[in-house]
């Protein structure tokens, strides 16, 4: 029986590993539920990128819904979602907030010379607090604000065609619902 524990403990392992892919295949790792949703977006005071001596505060969002997307240039699936900032996005006729996390400002603005410029205003995050508050993974990210400053709706990884069909036209429709 002793010759056997090795082989039993090496079988529940495997099963184990086994369980563990099934349930990542059955799973969108991208959704996973934000415990802000609903809820008031943390209060933040940001400098603007590329001019510090300029700051952007929550409460200077207030009064009409935006989008705050998460964004680096370390970020290499940012670079695959910035086509559909560029249009797709811009054309749902929110204004699109950038929240440069974690970046060298230089990189950032250089990365954003190279492959366009989406945002009405970007924020940088350099040191990654405000984006703790946010409960922000990595890169990219991106949140519904309605005009309170109250999150509707975040999406981990790039918007796509079908995310914008699937989840942003559906989370638009139902804040569209709420207003006044």
Not at 88 to 112: E, S
Not at 129 to 154: M, N, Q
Not at 161 to 166: A, G, K, S, Y
């Amino acid at each position: 029986m002793s010759r056997m524990l090795p082989l039993l403990g090496f079988l529940v392992l495997v099963g184990l590993f086994g369980f563990g892919i099934w349930w990542n295949t059955q799973h969108d790792q991208h959704e996973i539920a934000s415990p802000l949703i609903n809820k008031p977006a943390p209060a933040f005071a940001l400098p603007v990128l590329g001019d510090a001596s300029n700051t952007v505060t929550k409460a200077s969002l207030l009064g009409k819904p935006y989008f705050l997307n998460v964004f680096a240039s370390w970020c290499i699936e940012c670079v695959h979602e910035h086509p559909m900032l560029m249009t797709d996005v811009k054309q749902l006729g929110l204004p699109l907030v950038g929240f440069n996390y974690k970046d060298d400002p230089q990189a950032a603005t250089a990365w954003l010379a190279e492959h366009g410029n989406p945002f009405d205003v970007i924020v940088a995050d350099r040191e990654g607090r405000s984006g703790i508050d946010f409960g922000v993974y990595a890169a990219p990210e991106t949140f519904l604000i309605d005009a309170k400053g109250v999150i509707r709706y975040k999406r981990i990884g790039p918007i796509t065609p079908e995310v914008i069909d699937r989840e942003i036209r559906p989370a638009l429709a139902a804040l569209a619902k709420e207003a006044p």
